[in-house]
Nanobody, 126 residues
Framework: EVQLQASGGGLVQAGGSLRLSCAAS????????IGWFRQAPGKEREGVAC????????YYADSVKGRFTISRNDAENTVYLQMNSLKSEDTAVYYC???????????????????WGQGTLVTVSS
């Protein structure tokens, strides 16, 4: 079965850290661009970070630059999102998704991404 599984969410205090994982099964990541998105209640889904398949170039939304780090381990078929210095406004359901194009768009938008995992909830308490 082809599946994308996001995990690692939870409840954390402001200033804390979480690491999200996005694991693929039934297919391999190495020729795909991977994006992380988030959606807070009542808001549109927004792009958070992306790592390109072509050269490993990385995109971050301005709101997370300097706090979040995306990385990929193709041998493990997993992409990570390390989130530090979390703020209450980071509270959202986080999704990972794959894109057959080789680069990350700027800004990062969901419509280019064609395969999505289920989300993982991140709640940051102030």
């Amino acid at each position: 079965e082809v599946q994308l599984q996001a995990s690692g969410g939870g409840l954390v205090q402001a200033g804390g850290s979480l690491r999200l994982s996005c694991a693929a099964s039934g297919f391999t990541f190495d020729d795909l661009t991977i994006g992380w998105f988030r959606q807070a209640p009542g808001k549109e889904r927004e792009g958070v970070a992306c790592i390109a398949s072509s050269d490993g170039s990385i995109y971050y939304a301005d709101s997370v630059k300097g706090r979040f780090t995306i990385s990929r381990n193709d041998a493990e078929n997993t992409v990570y999102l390390q989130m530090n210095s979390l703020k209450s406004e980071d509270t959202a359901v986080y999704y990972c998704a794959t894109d057959k194009t080789t680069m990350c768009d700027d800004p990062l938008t969901p419509h280019e991404f064609d395969f999505w995992g289920q989300g993982t909830l991140v709640t940051v308490s102030s």
